[in-house]
């Protein structure tokens, strides 16, 4: 098995490896030391039936399994470590912005969660598309590829270069709370500058 695992599949395989033991007895192992998590869980992930991507925990006890730091299985999982909560990272006397600014900040995180979890996705995409050509597979032409154009990939119609369309910019409130007074023409009235 390779000491550089490129799935959490391999992952587990590695924990199955090491401990010589079956998807339950790892479920097993794990429990007696204090961790949760399921013999379905890991023979799920094992076998790749799994219908969603592994939760941080279950990636921090399949490393401990496995015997691999935690960067290790997180990106075989094809995710990001996790820092440190958040909270304990924000500046001193956040906790003392009124609710407006409380919740300006939360939305902005959920923008960017939100435009982080496209990212992983658009990569997996990519990746996959890459790998397919490799293959053989090929990769679907862009409606508006012009002839000759290389194609490394298919762009999806609804991904979205711009701000996250659910948030509205500072000026765009600015305007709806005041009207679009504020900017007035800087001609005279008889267009004399």
Do not use: C
Request: no cysteine; proline share 7%.
């Amino acid at each position: 098995m390779n000491d550089n695992p490129q799935s959490i599949s391999e992952v587990v395989e590695l924990a199955a490896q090491r401990h010589d033991a079956s998807g339950r007895q790892l479920a097993q192992i794990a429990q007696s030391h204090g961790f949760q998590i399921t013999a379905a869980t890991v023979n799920k992930l094992r076998a790749r039936t799994n219908k969603s991507s592994p939760t941080p925990d279950t990636i921090r006890v399949i490393a401990w399994l496995a015997g691999v730091s935690e960067e290790v299985a997180f990106t075989a999982a094809g995710q990001t470590v996790p820092g440190p909560p958040l909270g304990e990272e924000l500046p001193p006397g956040a906790d003392n912005l009124p609710p407006k600014a409380r919740k300006a900040v939360i939305e902005y995180m959920r923008v960017l969660i939100d435009q982080q979890e496209q990212i992983r996705e658009l990569t997996q995409q990519l990746e996959a598309a890459q790998a397919s050509e490799r293959s053989g597979g090929g990769a679907p032409a862009r409606e508006d590829a012009r002839a000759g154009q290389k194609n490394d990939a298919e762009v999806p119609e609804d991904f979205d270069l711009a701000a996250h369309p659910n948030m509205r910019l500072a000026r765009d409130r600015f305007d709806a709370e005041h009207g679009d007074a504020g900017e007035e023409s800087q001609s005279s009235p008889s267009g004399e500058v």
